[in-house]
């Protein structure tokens, strides 16, 4: 039956950077008391910050520390294990809710459109890096590292994070919380050439400076730059500042005398993926590139250049995915939005009470840290246009959990979580590590269901 409240509820669907910063700020809101219900397809908080970062960047990851304290206050609650789409709807929501946050990330990956994209050992550098970072959806992936030569196309911090953890030795990996499937996979690699391939200059280059030089010193590993794909830069005062450094950090390693490791990462620029080429067996064989111009524009000029490989991982970019009844932008590939109000996508008009956040709002643009202050954005239009929402009479705050129970979906709450954390944890200083983690949703929710 429904009650009036005296309080806001508000649902965030996902429970990455992006949802846990628009928590944080409706939760501090002086004005109303906000309850909020963070929804998460998977039992596991965190979104990439568990499944997409670097196992060896544990400091990024340490930020999971802030969103354990917003989880902490006493009108959160995480509910783990229910997809928007699957398990819930649209429609669910907002009878449930007052005002509802779409945080689904970007879990889509952006084709190059190419031929022979898709072919056997060509796989999209987010199932190479969902493979090793453990997440559920990726724990079978096809990975097959019995290849010498990879090629990896785009150049940002995605193929800069894909190149290292190819090459980088198995006992350092070892001390991270990587998957133990990739673990025991990457000991028995044969992978020693790393390619990672640019269709523009290196001006252009999206990835950061503390990520491209870290490429130039892991040990055991040339990083290989050819210096005439630097000569044609713009004059280096025109350049941003983290273009400058960029530059700065490749000049060097362009100025290093030949290396004698058998591993190496090769940088490459100006070079566009024009086909994937097969061998008879049907895989990945080499990866056909064309020379673009030097030109401000890249265009291509017509010479073709066969780069022998065995493995093509295409790593640029991310799209959201279509969540059934959410308005979706299928120009940008992102939730329909203006500002982060959600609209019809076709007339523009603003869908009242529906909100976006982070990478689903902008697509696949800005590290973890950009999220506060956009999300938090976000909530301000949410607390204007709110005002006096709070009347509106819902079901019962439990109402919708009953609902998901009694058929049978198992919820993960906050506490849920802390208990597989207990448990990777411990299984991971088994191996001197932070954790190893548990890929199986199966097995997360066994774990659960026994205690
Ligand atoms: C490979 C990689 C490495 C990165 N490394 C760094 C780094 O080192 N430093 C840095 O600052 N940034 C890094 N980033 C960027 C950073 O991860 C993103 O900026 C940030 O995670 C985006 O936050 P988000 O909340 O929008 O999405 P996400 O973090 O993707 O979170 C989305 C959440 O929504 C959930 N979800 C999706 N669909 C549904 C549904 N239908 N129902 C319920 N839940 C759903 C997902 O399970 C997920 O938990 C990296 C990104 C990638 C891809």
Not at 138 to 146: C, E, P, Q, T, V
Request: glycine share 10%; net charge negative.
């Amino acid at each position: 039956m429904p009650v009036a409240e005296e309080f806001m509820r508000v649902a965030i669907i996902g429970s990455g950077p992006a949802g846990f910063y628009a928590a944080e700020a409706l939760l501090k809101r002086s004005d109303t008391v906000v309850h909020v219900d963070m929804f998460d397809r998977l039992p596991t908080p965190f979104g990439l910050v568990r499944g997409g970062v670097a196992p060896d960047h544990p400091r990024v990851k340490s930020i999971t520390r802030a969103y354990e304290q917003t989880a902490a206050r006493p009108t959160f609650r995480f509910l783990g294990n229910v997809c928007l789409g699957r398990d819930l709807s649209v429609d669910q929501l907002r009878r449930h809710y007052h005002q509802i946050v779409y945080a689904v990330g970007n879990e889509a990956s952006r084709r190059l459109g190419i031929p022979g994209e898709g072919i056997t050992r060509c796989t999209p550098a987010a199932v190479f890096v969902g493979w090793y970072n453990g997440h559920p959806d990726y724990r079978d992936a096809k990975i097959d590292l019995s290849v010498s030569r990879v090629a990896v196309v785009g150049n940002g911090n995605v193929a800069v994070d894909v190149a290292r953890v190819l090459l980088k030795a198995p006992d350092e990996l070892g001390k991270t919380d990587i998957a133990g499937h990739a673990l025991a996979a990457l000991g028995n690699s044969r992978v020693r050439e790393v390619f990672i391939l640019g269709r523009r200059g290196p001006e252009q280059a999206t990835f950061t400076p503390k990520e491209v030089a870290e490429l130039g010193e892991i040990d055991g590993v040339d990083l290989v730059v050819d210096p005439s794909e630097l000569a044609d830069c713009p004059a280096f005062e025109s350049l941003d500042n983290r273009q400058q450094q960029n530059l700065e950090i490749l000049r060097s390693f362009a100025a290093r005398p030949a290396g004698t490791n058998t591993k190496k990462v090769h940088l490459r620029f100006f070079v566009s993926a024009r086909e994937v080429v097969a061998d008879a067996a049907g895989t990945v064989a080499a990866i056909a590139l064309e020379q673009e111009s030097h030109a401000a524009a890249a265009d291509g000029t017509g010479k073709i250049e066969r780069l022998d490989v065995g493995m093509v991982l295409p790593a640029i970019g991310y799209a959201a995915k279509r969540i059934e009844g959410v308005p979706f932008d299928e120009t940008a590939l992102i939730v329909a939005n203006e500002d982060g109000r959600v609209v019809d996508p076709r007339s523009r008009t603003v869908i009242a009470n529906e909100y976006v956040v982070g990478w689903a709002r902008t697509g696949p643009r800005g590290l973890i840290g950009a999220h506060k202050g956009a999300s938090a954005h976000v909530v301000e239009h949410m607390t204007a246009d709110g005002a006096g929402l709070e009347t509106r009479a819902l079901p019962e705050p439990d109402a919708l959990m009953s609902l998901l129970r009694q058929r049978g979906q198992q919820i993960v709450s906050f506490d849920d979580w802390k208990q597989l954390d207990d448990v990777e944890q411990a299984r991971g200083e088994r191996r001197g590590a932070p954790r190893d983690k548990i890929v199986d949703v199966g097995a997360m929710l066994g774990i659960l269901g026994s205690t």
